[in-house]
């Protein structure tokens, strides 16, 4: 990412003063958004050993299941992250709000994937009086939309200069939670709709930021939705207090350790109310509590009637786990069109249209232009792996490694995790090369012909540039003598023009695929 000094204006400065919080619209261009989904998914799927220096923690979902909710302290270790958190851009914005230069002082990645829980009213100034007394302001960037349906972050207007009452729990007093009105700060990377610099309604641009001080109340909901969410929260300290970093996850890793280093028998009590407190990690003890157990100290805002939420999903869920049998090609089809309609409904980055329904112009045009059966479902589930859940690419990239004997299988691309997907559920080779071919064969044709890289939408150059760039050499010898070499060409083609607005009553649904996904799985078409 380019590092350089962002002037901030004299009026949002004020603002910041005023609120205790500030929203810096269009930040991060649509490249650099693309990087930090690309680096958070690394660091969601980095290794769970006793060595590493980052810290994942979990917690108990509305599933009952335990699931990654957040790691910290990968800043030293990601080279991405970073340059970014540590770069010019961050920190000169910070600077000019808080008239001095800034440090790192902690970072993380807040997963919260669909059921997961939330977290209480609190301000973050009280958390860590044990280093010194001394202020921050955090800088929260969105991975996905943010909303109250997904538990996206509440504040308080002014809050940062009030006298806020607290609780023996740490959280603010509930009495004062219900006495303020609470403004929902919805990011949403991908669309922009907001006119004013600084926005009311808080609905952003394109890598749009939102800083706040350490006195600002705030909370977060649970994720009521069926998608998954994730955010980055990085805190700043003065550089006058010196650089406390590596200080604070030295204390952290002492009396609140990640979830898989925490000791048999030990209760963590000085960690959890330090650390924890009103947060869902209080919803797991430790790598030996039991998962049908939920503790006690689970707080009411991330709890989720399952059932309601997700109907369907329970019930597949206790008829496999009571008759323990393998999901049929009909349960598996089904699966997949679920995960389209349900998580596919999120932008699809730098475009105009839905995930889902880019999927589905792509097996549309695939069909109308007399493709074969294999052809058709590639195109139909060639993004798969950007539109499954987290735990899902977390699970396909364990299994790669194991397959690998190795603990890094590096950087896995979307077209990659797709088709480990699709294979792990019996689909024919021909449909998974396909689908792991989508994006070599944009390098292959940007190297072939250049009218094809003049028709590239401007996001797609844009990707372009982190996906390898064109083709040169062995790489696009090797791709002229594959002999799925004219399929993966036409599915890149048709990928490109399945960007069109206004046509989904003209496009067949995601449901019609459904009995030739099933017949492909039973090897019947």
Same mark, same amino acid.
């Given at each position: 990412?380019?590092?350089?000094? %962002?002037?901030?204006?004299?009026?949002?400065?004020?603002?910041?003063?005023?609120?205790?919080?500030?929203?810096?619209? +269009?930040?991060?261009?649509?490249?650099?958004?693309?990087?930090?989904? #690309?680096?958070?998914?690394?660091? %969601?799927?980095?290794?769970?050993?006793?060595?590493?220096?980052?810290?994942?923690?979990?917690?108990?979902?509305?599933?009952?299941?335990?699931?990654?909710?957040?790691?910290?302290?990968?800043?030293?270790?990601?080279?991405?992250?970073?340059?970014?958190?540590?770069?010019?851009?961050?920190?000169?914005?910070?600077?000019?709000?808080?008239?001095?230069?800034?440090?790192?002082?902690?970072?993380?990645?807040?997963?919260?994937?669909?059921?997961?829980?939330?977290?209480?009213?609190?301000?973050?100034?009280?958390?860590?009086?044990?280093?010194?007394?001394?202020?921050?302001?955090?800088?929260?960037?969105? @991975?996905? =939309?943010?909303?109250?349906?997904?538990?996206?972050?509440?504040?308080?207007?002014?809050?940062?200069?009030?006298?806020?009452?607290?609780?023996?729990?740490?959280?603010?007093?509930?009495?004062?939670?219900?006495?303020?009105?609470?403004?929902?700060?919805?990011?949403?990377?991908?669309?922009?709709?907001?006119?004013?610099?600084?926005?009311?309604?808080?609905?952003?641009?394109?890598?749009?930021?939102?800083?706040?001080?350490?006195?600002?109340?705030?909370?977060?909901?649970?994720?009521?939705?069926?998608?998954?969410?994730?955010?980055?929260?990085?805190?700043?300290?003065?550089?006058?207090?010196? =650089? $406390?970093?590596?200080?604070?996850?030295?204390?952290?890793?002492?009396?609140?350790?990640?979830?898989?280093?925490?000791?048999?028998?030990?209760?963590?009590?000085?960690?959890?109310?330090?650390?924890?407190?009103?947060?869902?990690?209080?919803?797991?003890? +430790?790598?030996?509590?039991?998962?049908?157990?939920?503790?006690?100290?689970?707080?009411?805002?991330?709890?989720?009637? $399952?059932?309601?939420?997700?109907?369907?999903?329970?019930?597949? !869920?206790?008829? $496999?786990?009571?008759?323990?049998?393998?999901?049929?090609?009909?349960?598996?089809? #089904?699966?997949?069109?679920?995960?389209?309609?349900?998580?596919?409904?999120?932008? %699809?980055?730098?475009?105009?249209?839905?995930?889902?329904?880019?999927?589905?112009?792509?097996?549309?045009?695939?069909?109308?232009?007399?493709?074969?059966?294999?052809?058709?479902?590639?195109?139909?589930?060639?993004?798969?792996?950007?539109?499954?859940?987290?735990?899902?690419?977390?699970?396909?990239?364990?299994?790669?490694?194991?397959?690998?004997?190795?603990?890094?299988?590096?950087?896995?691309?979307?077209?990659?995790?797709?088709?480990?997907? $699709?294979? *792990?559920?019996?689909?024919?080779?021909? @449909?998974?090369?396909?689908?792991?071919?989508?994006?070599? *064969?944009?390098?292959?044709?940007?190297?072939?012909?250049?009218?094809?890289?003049?028709?590239?939408?401007?996001?797609?150059?844009?990707?372009?540039?982190?996906?390898?760039?064109?083709?040169?050499?062995?790489?696009?010898?090797?791709?002229? *003598?594959?002999?799925?070499?004219?399929?993966?060409?036409? !599915?890149?083609?048709?990928?490109?023009?399945?960007?069109?607005?206004?046509?989904?009553?003209?496009?067949?649904?995601?449901?019609?695929?459904?009995?030739?996904?099933?017949?492909?799985?039973?090897?019947?078409?």
């Amino acid at each position: 990412m380019d590092n350089y000094y %962002y002037p901030l204006k004299e009026e949002q400065i004020q603002s910041y003063k005023e609120k205790g919080y500030l929203l810096v619209e +269009g930040f991060l261009n649509v490249a650099e958004v693309q990087l930090l989904q #690309q680096w958070s998914q690394e660091v %969601y799927g980095l290794p769970r050993t006793p060595e590493v220096p980052w810290m994942p923690y979990e917690e108990v979902n509305a599933y009952g299941q335990r699931v990654l909710c957040r790691t910290e302290n990968f800043a030293n270790s990601h080279t991405g992250f970073g340059s970014f958190l540590r770069g010019q851009r961050v920190l000169s914005v910070l600077e000019q709000l808080a008239t001095e230069e800034m440090l790192l002082f902690k970072e993380k990645i807040n997963y919260k994937l669909a059921g997961s829980g939330g977290f209480d009213p609190h301000i973050d100034a009280n958390a860590y009086t044990h280093v010194k007394d001394i202020k921050h302001l955090t800088v929260l960037a969105a @991975v996905d =939309d943010m909303n109250a349906e997904n538990g996206g972050l509440e504040v308080v207007n002014g809050s940062h200069l009030m006298d806020i009452p607290l609780g023996r729990d740490r959280c603010i007093e509930e009495s004062w939670v219900e006495s303020h009105e609470w403004t929902p700060c919805n990011l949403k990377p991908g669309e922009g709709n907001s006119t004013d610099s600084i926005s009311t309604a808080y609905q952003s641009t394109i890598g749009d930021i939102l800083i706040f001080g350490s006195y600002l109340a705030h909370r977060s909901g649970a994720n009521r939705s069926t998608k998954d969410r994730r955010a980055i929260y990085a805190t700043f300290n003065r550089k006058a207090e010196g =650089d $406390l970093h590596d200080q604070y996850y030295e204390d952290r890793r002492k009396l609140w350790p990640a979830t898989h280093m925490r000791k048999e028998g030990e209760s963590y009590e000085e960690g959890r109310a330090r650390y924890a407190f009103g947060s869902p990690m209080l919803t797991v003890d +430790g790598p030996f509590d039991e998962l049908q157990h939920i503790s006690s100290y689970t707080p009411s805002s991330w709890q989720v009637n $399952l059932s309601t939420l997700y109907p369907q999903e329970h019930t597949l !869920l206790l008829h $496999l786990q009571t008759t323990m049998t393998q999901p049929t090609p009909l349960q598996k089809a #089904q699966h997949l069109i679920d995960c389209l309609e349900k998580h596919g409904q999120g932008d %699809y980055i730098g475009e105009s249209i839905s995930q889902l329904e880019h999927s589905l112009q792509a097996a549309h045009q695939a069909k109308q232009e007399g493709a074969t059966n294999e052809l058709i479902l590639a195109a139909l589930l060639h993004d798969i792996g950007q539109i499954i859940p987290l735990d899902s690419t977390r699970e396909i990239k364990l299994r790669m490694q194991t397959d690998n004997n190795t603990q890094s299988v590096g950087r896995i691309g979307h077209e990659t995790l797709g088709a480990e997907y $699709l294979r *792990a559920l019996g689909f024919s080779e021909t @449909v998974c090369r396909l689908v792991a071919s989508h994006v070599p *064969a944009k390098r292959y044709l940007t190297a072939v012909d250049s009218a094809y890289y003049d028709s590239l939408s401007a996001a797609s150059k844009k990707s372009l540039e982190f996906q390898g760039g064109p083709f040169t050499g062995m790489e696009l010898a090797a791709f002229e *003598a594959d002999p799925l070499r004219e399929e993966m060409v036409m !599915l890149r083609l048709w990928d490109d023009r399945a960007k069109v607005q206004g046509v989904e009553e003209v496009t067949p649904r995601a449901g019609e695929y459904l009995g030739l996904i099933v017949g492909h799985l039973e090897g019947t078409l």
